[in-house]
């Protein structure tokens, strides 16, 4: 039914006015827009975000360093619920103090979060970087190619909801045109409404 009501405005009839019309070439020119703008703004906003992310994936594989660290003791939980609970409590991970190599021989220490009960000695694999610092896990190419992915996904759905946002208000304005037509219509109309010489 929808179709068949917008379909009617490019059919001649003499109930057609010029802004259906013209408010049908507008659809269809929107319609094409979200198409190639959409399409054309995702693949360039995944193609470039694609590219900077294998260039983080790459830097970060370069500096980050897997070491061995030793348990020296867990740090003792405050009761949940309190204001100065940790976010790393708060996700399930417990703090110990730890050692571990730095990247000329020295040992490391510091306050470091696990996820599973690190008893003193307990060893584990963590991630540092070139300084011996705590680091994070280095993004991998899939992770990379996820973000890329939903990167592009959204900036062409932004770029067809702008052109949506056009075309409705392109609409609205022609839809208040047709209004102010059809109150100087009527105004016309009145002065002449019963006159036999009117022919109306």
Same mark, same amino acid.
């Given at each position: 039914?929808?179709?068949?009501? +917008?379909?009617?405005? +490019?059919?001649?009839?003499?109930?057609?006015?010029?802004?259906?019309a013209l408010e049908a070439w507008i659809?269809?020119?929107?319609?094409?827009?979200m198409l190639l703008a959409g399409t054309a703004t995702g693949w360039a906003t995944g193609t470039l975000a694609h590219k900077a992310l294998r260039e983080t994936v790459r830097e970060q594989q370069r500096h980050r360093h897997l070491v061995t660290a030793t348990a020296l003791r867990t740090l003792r939980t405050r009761p949940a619920g309190t204001d100065r609970e940790t976010a790393t409590e708060r996700e399930g991970h417990l703090r110990v103090i730890a050692r571990w190599p730095g990247p000329e021989g020295e040992r490391l220490s510091g306050v470091v979060a696990v996820r599973d009960a690190a008893d003193p000695g307990h060893r584990f694999r963590l991630w540092t970087d070139d300084r011996g610092r705590v680091a994070g896990r280095p993004m991998d190419r899939g992770t990379a190619a996820v973000h890329a992915v939903l990167a592009g996904v959204g900036a062409g759905a932004g770029a067809a909801g702008l052109v949506e946002g056009c075309r409705r208000a392109a609409v609205?304005?022609?839809?208040?045109?047709?209004?102010?037509?059809?109150?100087r219509s009527w105004r016309q109309a009145a002065h002449t409404w019963g006159r036999a010489d009117a022919g109306s």
């Open positions: 039914m929808r179709a068949t009501r +917008w379909a009617w405005r +490019w059919r001649r009839n003499p109930l057609r006015r010029r802004t259906d659809g269809l020119a929107a319609v094409a827009l609205w304005r022609l839809t208040r045109r047709r209004y102010a037509d059809w109150d």
